[in-house]
């Protein structure tokens, strides 16, 4: 059994859409277990318990929204102080409006959001570009959302927009059946 967690935050629903299709993808492969929660309620022992970590942001002035910073700031890094991370799987995504037609800071977004996955030590699952749905709403780094049009009118994310963030559920989930906890460090 593998335990995928999913955290993130959200204030118009774009991210949160884009964590209950990576939750969809993840839990249509078996043999796992799925826990979603928001970055200001997820807590040590969430961390702790789990094989796979995904980390969803807004984009927020072109970065981690600062929900999403103070988790792995206080509950992650306690995690990062005791090596407990280490070998377990990691995978990120970002919710922006778009603005500039070209992710508008999503790249940024989850560049950062990778790096400190790497502090962990995580096992860092990537977007490959055959992902179904990826021409639409994916990098390299993982699913990307545009929640607003060209004129800048909030319009959600369309479920096409949700294909790559399923997908990259089931990525992840399969890596952490795969390695079946299996300790590949240290
Ligand atoms: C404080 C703030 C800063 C933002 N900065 C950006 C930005 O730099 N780039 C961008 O594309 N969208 C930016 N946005 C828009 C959000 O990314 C957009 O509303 C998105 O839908 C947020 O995800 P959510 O729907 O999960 O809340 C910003 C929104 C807020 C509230």
């Known amino acids: ?12 629903g774009g991210t949160e859409k884009m964590a209950m299709a990576a939750s969809d993808g993840a839990r249509s ?20 318990g789990c094989d796979a970590l995904m980390i969803g942001s807004p984009v927020h002035m072109g970065s981690i929204d600062w929900r999403v910073k103070k ?19 990691g995978a990120v995504f970002a919710c922006g409006s778009g603005y500039g037609n070209a992710g508008g800071g999503s ?26 749905g990826y021409r639409v709403a994916g990098l390299q780094w993982g699913p990307y959302g545009r929640a607003h049009a060209e004129d800048l009118s909030p319009k959600g994310l369309s479920d096409e927009q949700l294909v790559s ?19 590949v460090f240290g």
């Open 1 to 12: 059994m593998a335990r995928i967690l999913i955290v993130y935050a959200s204030d118009h």
């Open 29 to 48: 492969v078996p043999g796992t277990e799925i826990v979603v929660k928001k970055a200001e309620e997820a807590n040590t022992a969430d961390l702790l």
């Open 71 to 89: 988790f792995i700031d206080t509950v992650c890094s306690g995690a990062w102080m005791q090596d407990k991370m280490i070998g377990k799987v």
């Open 107 to 132: 790249e940024l977004t989850m560049l950062a959001l990778l790096n400190n996955l790497a502090e962990l030590g995580l096992l860092i699952v990537p977007l490959p570009k055959n992902t179904p």
């Open 165 to 183: 963030s399923k997908h990259h559920g089931i990525h992840v989930a399969r890596v952490a059946r795969a390695l079946d906890g299996a300790k």
